[in-house]
């Protein structure tokens, strides 16, 4: 592919808050693209992207889906009967409730721009602090787009002030709108400074260009200038001619500003519009071309060589070697396990062979398919830059790096929060307990965050995800797509465990059973590890070959697997530090078995003294709710251990933040519903893992007792 071509491609998403209008936007992109001929709406279950059965039951985005669709944009701006440029763009629709925030994050990974949607009327809501903040994790561009601007309540420059103050955002209007609720008709274009009114009569298909009307041309003015000034603090030619005449400063140029500036982050251009009432749509879609970068624009990836241990790069070029991260597995009825890729450099054909690094495999691509939500056109060959699916898959994971198998490399992984809230099922009839199995198994490989195991003292198949809603979808899957009903139980919460205090200890491992016996010495510290870093670090201090060298990793192993339990309640340990630093061993008896037998029983006596406390998960939830409802709703909170983290007014309303135990909020969306007459809503999201009071812990403790003696 040229490097012309690739410049008129842009990989996007659309990401928000729930019910900020993704799916809706996405719709209308789709429409006025010609992609499809007839609007779907999300209201009446007919959304193209929400494919899922359950998502148009339910009107919400469960799974982020891929769509590939041309825009004409002109070549040259402001110009009649200018010729038009065809731009590939690549959208995924992505979910906006907090229980699937894995398809925000993977998503994210891969894109190389985003639009990010906010409500006229609700502003800056806690979903898009979330997906905000994933986006800046990945240095990922974006435009802002103001949405719903036909609400009672609409209020755009409320809304671009709260992205400035919420999520500490230089966002610049490029646009202002020209009325507001039922009286929105329009915007007014602050680079060119004119007027778009839609025509109604052709479900805003078509639009006008006219002069900025008379009663707005002030608040025009001001915004323009403002715009003008910040451009040009970028540019010091522009800084200069801007002292001088701010008028001399062009249209292009201030687009070229904007578009470079946009691509390093330094602002965030913010459009508007209705998407349902199909407003604006177009103008964000000129804007994507023209300010979010291309493939070819963004910085090489850097891998790691897994033969050299070396970093390299690659860059979006098709003659270097073939290079793309399997960012999401799906399963499929027709075509069986589709793996959805990002290709960064090179070219692959349909029917080649590749290298799974993460596996040391090659594996055949039997297809290459462009996806439309869940329909696939049928594709010779990919090369970078592009999002595709590929068919044919033996062994692979979300977040593989797929190469050329003479240049391997390694990529980042994708990050994904840990499930926090599980349930114990089993099958409604005993005989479908394969394919139970083979169901979890397929569900494990699509969702990152969805875990299963095995309670080694009650025998039950406990599933975890990331929330009520998140589990509730997962067994809805397994009866609609894999045939089982199962039986659950009730939420519990993915409590852990740690240490609060170092100890020293020596454990001495002796078994003499007749014949060659079992020895292992090993003197250690346990120490308390950092909850920033999950997992054990080891640090090996043994000196003079007390305990020969081939010993060390069993009784790493060993201690790595105790982990696994805690010592309190069989939670598991997160993180943990232990210092090896000396210990014996018998000529004859000592054997790699017994150190790790040394390291498991080690672990759970100094485990016992050294503070073992219990963690729970504690949600960050954020009310908005009638003034008249204030005390209620903080009651409630408070007797639900909820920490106040403040309230503020916003609209008609109040906004009460605190933090409150996952373990407490079962059920609590509906609660809240009963206390504020259905006038309340909630938004629950993990935020991070804190100590149990002592008699809470107690009384979890004694529970899981019981349940393993039941």
């Excluded at 399963?331 to 054909?349: E, I, W």
């Excluded at 000529?587 to 016992?608: P, T």
Aim: proline share 5%.
């Amino acid at each position: 592919m040229s490097s012309k071509d690739l410049k008129l491609r842009r990989n996007i998403g659309i990401m928000a808050h729930i019910d900020a209008g993704k799916t809706t936007t996405t719709e209308r992109v789709l429409y006025y693209t010609g992609l499809t001929h007839k609007i779907g709406e999300v209201h009446e279950g007919a959304a193209t992207m929400d494919w899922m059965e359950q998502e148009q039951e339910r009107g919400i985005t469960i799974t982020s889906a891929a769509t590939t669709t041309f825009w004409n944009y002109p070549t040259v701006q402001g110009e009649a009967n200018t010729s038009t440029q065809s731009y590939q763009i690549n959208i995924i629709d992505t979910p906006g409730h907090v229980d699937f925030t894995v398809e925000v994050e993977r998503s994210l990974r891969v894109l190389d721009g985003s639009v990010a949607l906010f409500c006229a009327v609700s502003g800056v809501e806690p979903q898009s602090e979330t997906v905000w903040r994933q986006a800046d994790k990945y240095a990922v561009p974006r435009i802002c787009f103001v949405n719903k601007m036909d609400r009672a309540g609409a209020d755009f420059f409320k809304a671009v002030h709260e992205i400035k103050t919420m999520l500490g955002a230089n966002a610049i209007p490029l646009q202002i709108p020209i009325g507001a609720e039922e009286t929105f008709k329009g915007i007014v274009d602050l680079v060119t400074n004119e007027a778009i009114v839609w025509n109604e009569t052709d479900q805003g298909k078509t639009y006008k260009v006219v002069p900025v009307p008379d009663d707005i041309k002030e608040e025009v003015n001001t915004y323009r200038d403002k715009l003008i000034e910040e451009v040009a603090g970028m540019n010091e030619d522009l800084m200069a001619r801007y002292f001088d005449d701010p008028n001399s400063i062009t249209a292009a140029e201030i687009r070229e500003c904007v578009r470079q500036a946009t691509m390093n982050m330094k602002i965030f251009p913010v459009l508007c519009g209705s998407a349902f009432k199909n407003k604006g749509v177009q103008a964000m879609l000129d804007a994507v071309c023209q300010y979010l970068p291309s493939p070819g624009d963004m910085p090489p990836v850097i891998g790691t060589n897994p033969d050299t241990g070396e970093e390299e790069q690659r860059t979006p070029d098709e003659s270097l070697p073939f290079t793309a991260l399997a960012f999401k597995i799906a399963t499929d009825p027709y075509v069986g396990r589709l793996c959805f890729m990002r290709v960064y450099s090179g070219s692959l054909n349909s029917g080649s062979y590749i290298l799974n690094n993460r596996t040391g495999k090659k594996e055949r691509i039997s297809r290459l398919l462009q996806m439309h939500a869940n329909k696939q056109n049928p594709i010779d060959r990919v090369g970078a830059g592009d999002i595709c699916a590929g068919v044919g898959f033996k062994d692979i994971k979300t977040g593989d790096t797929l190469t050329n198998e003479d240049r391997p490399l390694n990529l980042e992984q994708i990050s994904f929060p840990e499930p926090v809230i599980g349930i114990a099922i089993e099958p409604k009839k005993s005989a479908d307990q394969d394919k139970l199995s083979i169901a979890i198994g397929k569900l494990l490989e699509e969702d990152p965050t969805l875990s299963v195991f095995t309670d080694s003292e009650t025998g039950q198949t406990v599933l975890r995800g990331m929330g009520e809603l998140h589990l509730e979808i997962i067994l809805d899957r397994m009866k609609r797509e894999f045939k089982v009903e199962v039986n659950q139980g009730a939420p519990q919460v993915a409590y852990k465990e740690t240490f609060t205090a170092p100890i020293e200890h020596r454990e001495v491992f002796k078994k003499q059973t007749g014949g060659r016996g079992k020895f292992a010495d090993i003197q250690f510290e346990l120490i308390p590890g950092d909850p920033n870093k999950p997992g054990m670090e080891f640090v090996d201090e043994i000196k003079g070959g007390v305990i020969p060298k081939e010993f060390i990793p069993a009784i790493r192993k060993g201690f790595e697997e105790a982990m696994k339990n805690g010592v309190l309640a069989g939670f598991p340990v997160e993180s943990l530090k232990i210092r090896l630093f000396f210990g014996s061993f018998h000529n004859v008896d000592s054997d790699a078995l017994s150190f790790e037998m040394a390291a498991r029983i080690g672990y759970k006596s100094a485990g016992k003294l050294a503070s073992p406390r219990i963690l729970e998960p504690i949600m960050a939830v954020e009310v908005v709710c009638p003034d008249e409802y204030t005390g209620t709703v903080i009651g409630d909170l408070n007797r639900r251990r909820g920490m106040p983290k403040g309230q503020a007014v916003k609209g008609t309303g109040v906004v009460i933040k605190a933090d409150v135990p996952l373990s407490e909020l079962f059920g609590y969306v509906t609660t809240l519903r009963t206390l504020t007459s259905g006038r309340g809503a909630a938004s629950l999201t993990f935020s991070h893992y804190s100590m149990v009071p002592g008699n809470l812990a107690d009384s979890i403790v004694a529970s899981q007792k019981a349940n393993a003696h039941a």
